[in-house]
């Protein structure tokens, strides 16, 4: 099954509460995207809402199975700093817990480095939480490790993990 990929689309109330909802359900499936479970739709709301409120200069691709359900999400940041222009940081990057396993997420960055490369951008920049093996999820599609905070997310007393930062280089080699 495919994914139809919608960039920036209107951010109706109800695409927002659809997103909110996948946003809680990743929590809660041990997704890191800024929460640890438990939480509920009230809790991720607010910040949900920020990001939302963000969107113009960020950017929002969604993707959707094919019977309409919102299944992948990614934010495209702008850093809004003249000097980091040419590229952008991937945030909640995220696929519904039922539907991992289908390659879903790598379609989504596939996608999101398409979009870049049309943009024009230099390249993509993403953050993640270790300890959960994500570094060669992305490593697969590219990205290569270039940063990491030891324990600089505290998701329990005593349970400090890193925080990893992934770049993919969008720039033409031979240039």
């Known amino acids: 099954m495919s994914l139809r990929f919608v960039l920036d689309p209107e951010p ?3 695409l927002r509460e659809e997103v909110t909802a996948l946003w809680t359900e990743v929590s809660n499936a041990g997704g890191a995207v800024g929460f640890v479970p438990p939480v ?3 809790d991720v709301r607010p910040v949900a809402e920020r990001q939302f409120a963000a969107l ?3 950017r929002l691709l969604v993707g959707y199975e094919p019977d309409g359900r919102v299944v992948a999400v990614v934010f495209f940041e702008d850093l809004r700093f003249g000097l980091m222009d040419h590229w952008r940081l991937l945030k909640r990057v995220m696929v519904h817990p039922e539907s991992q396993g289908r390659g879903y ?3 989504l960055l596939a996608e999101a480095e398409r979009v870049a490369r049309e943009w024009g951008l230099a390249g993509l920049k993403l953050t993640l939480r270790g ?3 994500l570094e060669e ?3 697969r599609s590219g ?3 270039v940063g990491r905070v030891p324990g600089a997310i505290r998701v329990a007393p005593g349970d400090d993990r890193d925080d990893v930062t992934m770049w993919l280089d969008l720039r033409d080699p031979a240039v």
Request: glycine letters at 20%; hydrophobic letters at 20%; aromatic letters at 14%.
């Open 12 to 14: 109706t109330p109800a």
């Open 40 to 42: 509920t739709v009230e």
């Open 56 to 58: 113009g200069p960020d």
């Open 105 to 107: 997420g790598t379609h």
């Open 131 to 133: 300890g959960h093996g």
């Open 137 to 139: 999820f992305y490593r």
């Open 143 to 145: 990205y290569v490790e």
